[in-house]
């Protein structure tokens, strides 16, 4: 962590696909953390395909498709990539997988790269050449279907909770499952990765529901950048283990999105070996709670409120809460597509909007909760902690909706969060540039940075 000169009140912070500027008052002491630095991957390509040819835990993918082969000659892949808002360089991953999968045996016309979209929109055909490029020339590329029963693959009730178990039948069908991924920490899985590219991306509506039911939500061991000890983790490694996914392909990006590690193999063997890295990159230190935190985002997370809400919800379920009770939580964000226009984004904004209170979401979410509901309770539970602002936004009355403050630009969010916190004759401020690539921990010990 290091402190801002205390003559220079100029900061940025990210916006849409540039950045903000604004000032600080004379009475805001400020300070920034950011992901440790770690050296991009000179040529990401080249990365995935060292990584490729050593993959940890498992046979290289072309030899698991030579025993697909061998098993039905007729064999079939599919290739499960991450949606429009994650980062995941996928037009730079799924090329050598495709090689891999020719090499042994299983050409492009019987492979097919599913988009994990869940509950969030479909992608439009420009939307898919933006996010795999040339591949969408060499395969059929499709979108998942959260919301089709006929197109689900039932697997049975998942433990420890019984979550009832539905892939597409197209993944459960296929007899090579392949996942792409970026590791980095998730609110509930601990670590995101090509285990949930698979699990929850490409499941049907009942699953979606079920883990991110309160049941999940008030566990203890549901927590940001946390495995062990996490039924939701337990629950979306064995859906996609059932699912059929044999073999991941993912990634850590650091702040900027570049490609800081590569690693490919067996699932489980992927994700530690990442989790290692990005716990190393994202974990800082910081030494007390604060009063304010601008938490910044960019695209393609800022895209809409629901992604957006979570740069808030990180920095209040860190280890300790980054905020101080009382304090706020200001997040530049552009919207430029409101809340969201998938029908779990939308279930997200009628709750919060319906609602009377903070209170009143989490209540009703213990009654009932639907598929993308889970992200109101979130948004919620951080309300009852602290003010949220969203500034700079495109959809200032979508903000409103949701119960949240809407400000014109930084500035104006600072002087709103100021009189929130009384009007101190000193406030502290953090400023995390890239609030969800960034796991700041109170009391950490300073080996840590």
Excluded at 40 to 55: E, G, I, N, S, T
Excluded at 79 to 91: E, F, K, Q
Excluded at 241 to 255: I, P, S, Y
Excluded at 425 to 444: D, F, I, Q
């Amino acid at each position: 962590m290091q402190r801002a000169p205390g003559e220079d009140r100029l900061h940025r912070v990210p916006y849409g696909h540039g950045e903000l500027a604004f000032m600080v008052q004379p009475w805001f002491d400020v300070d920034v953390v950011e992901s440790r630095h770690m050296p991009p991957v000179p040529d990401p390509a080249a990365a995935a395909a060292d990584a490729l040819a050593r993959p940890h835990g498992s046979a290289r993918l072309r030899e698991l498709a030579r025993d697909a082969v061998r098993a039905n000659a007729a064999a079939r892949a599919v290739i499960a990539v991450t949606d429009l808002t994650r980062g995941s360089p996928d037009a730079v991953l799924v090329p050598p997988l495709l090689d891999e999968l020719h090499a042994g045996g299983i050409p492009g016309e019987r492979t097919t790269v599913i988009v994990a979209v869940g509950l969030h929109r479909a992608t439009t055909d420009a939307e898919k050449r933006e996010k795999l490029g040339g591949v969408v020339d060499r395969v059929r590329v499709i979108d998942s279907d959260g919301n089709d029963p006929a197109k689900w693959a039932a697997l049975g009730p998942i433990p420890p909770y019984g979550v009832p178990g539905f892939t597409q039948k197209l993944v459960k069908d296929a007899d090579l499952v392949v996942a792409t991924g970026i590791v980095e920490p998730h609110q509930y899985a601990g670590w995101s990765g090509g285990r949930k590219t698979v699990a929850i991306g490409c499941c049907g509506e009942p699953v979606i529901t079920a883990t991110h039911g309160m049941r999940f939500l008030e566990d203890p061991g549901v927590r940001l950048a946390r495995i062990e000890g996490n039924p939701f983790h337990e629950t979306v490694t064995e859906i996609a283990r059932r699912a059929g996914l044999r073999f991941c392909l993912n990634v850590v990006t650091d702040d900027r999105e570049r490609v800081v590690a590569v690693a490919a193999g067996a699932p489980d063997d992927v994700l530690r070996a990442l989790v290692e890295v990005g716990t190393r990159l994202y974990t800082r230190p910081i030494g007390k709670q604060y009063d304010i935190v601008i938490a910044g985002v960019g695209k393609p997370k800022d895209v809409n409120l629901y992604q957006a809400s979570r740069a808030a919800t990180y920095l209040r379920f860190a280890p300790t809460p980054v905020v101080r009770e009382g304090g706020a939580i200001v997040i530049p964000a552009q919207l430029d597509e409101g809340a969201g226009e998938g029908v779990g984004e939308q279930r997200f904004l009628a709750a919060l909007e319906r609602a009377e209170s903070p209170s009143a979401v989490v209540e009703a979410a213990r009654r009932r909760l639907a598929g993308g509901e889970q992200r109101a309770v979130m948004v919620a539970l951080t309300l009852q902690h602290c003010m949220v602002i969203v500034a700079a936004s495109e959809s200032p009355e979508v903000v409103r909706l949701a119960k949240l403050r809407a400000a014109v630009d930084v500035e104006e969010a600072l002087d709103i969060a100021y009189e929130h916190i009384g009007r101190p004759p000193r406030a502290s401020v953090l400023l995390v540039p890239r609030a969800l690539h960034t796991l700041p921990v109170v009391g950490a010990p300073a080996s840590a940075s």
